[in-house]
């Protein structure tokens, strides 16, 4: 199986190369768009949403998951993206962007969930979205891709 920083460092390139989620994050694709692991600050998952900055995209493993590929269930990489952002109407704009923006790391001019991410792992299934709350009441975004699983296996 593919290591899990690897996964996550896929994922955080081809995000910090759609220029519309860029813009929505100040413009600075480096510190605007980032793997939890690289955040030594935070001891868990909790934390690291609870120090996240504003504007922000967090991308974080959330473990395994199962995947129906034609008629084989396999397990794949579980990986969900975080969103905080300044104004709630950006919500949308930020799903729009992951959803239909095209990467310009990644050859092939398709949208980050048809893309090639990676050259072992393919998306199996649609995302999903939903609220939550950090621990001050500040409302977030959550969308959890589609498992992320082994291409060739």
Known sequence: MTPVAEVI?????ALRSIPE???LVGGDAETGIYAQ???EQAR???ESINIMP?????VVWDGIASAQLGHVTRLGHQVSILL???IPQQYHLAVAAILDGVPENLSGGLPFLTADIHPDLVMAGVPTFGRLLDAEGTEMWQMTLPPLIEAGA
Request: proline share 5%.
């Open 21 to 23: 989620l860029v813009e």
């Open 44 to 46: 868990d998952l909790s």
């Open 9 to 13: 460092g896929a994922v955080v390139e």
């Open 37 to 39: 692991a690289a955040d």
């Open 54 to 58: 504003t504007p922000a995209v967090m």
């Open 84 to 86: 905080r952002l300044d």
